[in-house]
């Protein structure tokens, strides 16, 4: 199976700026798409932003032009910059990938989720 592990999550003042990381491991055979997802206290889990193997970006209308959304193929790992954070970016932060991996009976598709890493934007 396909492992996400996130990190670069944390307390910034509005007005700031953090990066996430989406690390995968396994034996992965490729990524078709990467994404970022988050869901605020009392909210339902909402997409930030996805990148295609190609490079092809989607974003939330809330986020255009202050999120970019990258990807290190070679390192299999995703990447979210947030800058002009604002407190309603407040919310736990989790990415998604899409791919095939190398399986006991030949190449298998996946579909794998991060644990999730908190951003507090405080006003």
């Known amino acids: 199976q396909v492992q996400l592990v996130e990190s670069g999550g944390g307390l910034v003042q509005a007005g700031g700026s953090l990066r996430l990381s989406c690390a995968a491991s396994?034996?992965?055979?490729?990524?078709?798409?990467m994404g970022w997802y988050r869901q605020a206290p009392g909210k339902q889990r909402e997409l930030v932003a996805t990148?295609?193997?190609?490079?092809?970006?989607v974003y939330a209308d809330s986020v255009k032009g202050r999120f970019t959304i990258t990807r290190d193929n070679a390192k299999n790992t995703g990447y979210l910059q947030m800058s002009s954070l604002k407190p309603e970016d407040t919310a736990v932060y989790s990415c998604?990938?899409?791919?095939?991996?190398?399986?006991?009976?030949?190449?298998?598709?996946?579909?794998?989720w991060g644990q999730g890493t908190q951003v507090t934007v405080s006003s």
């Open positions: 990148i295609t193997s190609g490079g092809s970006t």
């Open positions: 998604n990938a899409e791919g095939r991996y190398r399986g006991t009976y030949g190449l298998t598709n996946f579909r794998s």
């Open positions: 396994g034996s992965i055979f490729s990524i078709n798409a």
